[in-house]
């Protein structure tokens, strides 16, 4: 079975522009989950979606924001990109059992 | 809060030596815990996990047991590997109504291990 995939892998922009990442989970699960990794405050829980739905939000600025399809794939926007916003942004995914999270290879962002 | 706290880094071992890294977490009732291994370059891989006390998790000859009594889930492996030289993260899930999948880490441990 094919693992969780992140496109793309790598993206360089500047600040103020806007960006979107995607992620395509397990075949079939259906809980999504985004979180950012950063040197100084490692492992954040951005959000999560569940059946298309948001399930839970972590504390971030609305420039974030997030979305589930029906077939469990769900992409993460960011606009109006600060020099902060450059990180790791790692996606997860989780089966009904609602066991265990499986995380794809991650995004790299930077904000120039 | 739920939080989780791991000893900090970096640490470094002889290949061979036996290896423990704490962790100590604080949450309301009894969280999942787990361990996940971050080598340079990836995202994250689950090592291992426990979901009640006294349960031990195991993989890859790495072991760590969730102690209610102590609130830890401390990693421990016999004898290291270089190929075990990667970021170590303790992570739990709380309990929570409506089944909520967000994990809750640590900053994180880097282990490197020499020849």
């Known amino acids: 079975k094919a693992g969780v995939t992140q496109t793309p892998r790598y993206l360089i922009k500047t600040r103020g522009q806007q960006v979107t990442l995607s992620c395509s989970p397990i075949?079939?699960?259906?809980?999504v989950s985004w979180y950012q990794q950063t040197p100084g405050q490692g492992l954040q829980f951005l959000f999560e979606?569940?059946?298309?739905?948001?399930?839970n939000k972590g504390n971030f600025p609305g420039r974030f924001s997030g979305r589930q399809f029906s077939n469990s794939r769900s992409e993460m926007n960011v606009s109006t990109l600060e020099l902060g916003d450059s990180a790791l942004y790692l996606c997860?995914?989780?089966?009904?059992?609602?066991?265990?999270?499986?995380f794809g290879p991650g995004t790299r962002l930077t904000v120039l | 809060g739920n939080s989780v706290t791991q000893m900090e880094g970096p640490v470094t071992l002889s290949e061979e030596a036996f290896l423990t890294i704490n962790c100590t977490y604080t949450?309301?009732?009894?969280?999942?815990l787990f361990w996940y291994v971050q080598y340079p370059g990836e995202g994250l891989q689950l090592l291992l996990k426990a979901t009640k006390a006294d349960d031990k998790g195991s993989n890859k000859g790495f072991e760590a047991t969730y102690r209610k009594e102590t609130t830890s889930f401390h990693l421990e492996k016999g004898s290291v590997q270089v190929s075990d030289s990667a970021v170590y993260f303790c992570a739990l899930r709380p309990l929570t109504q409506g089944g909520s999948e967000k994990l809750v880490f640590g900053k994180g441990t880097k282990l490197t291990v020499n020849p």
């Open positions: 997860a995914s989780s089966s009904l059992r609602r066991d265990t999270q499986y």
């Open positions: 075949s079939g699960h259906r809980s």
């Open positions: 949450a309301t009732g009894y969280p999942s």
């Open positions: 979606y569940f059946s298309e739905t948001q399930r």
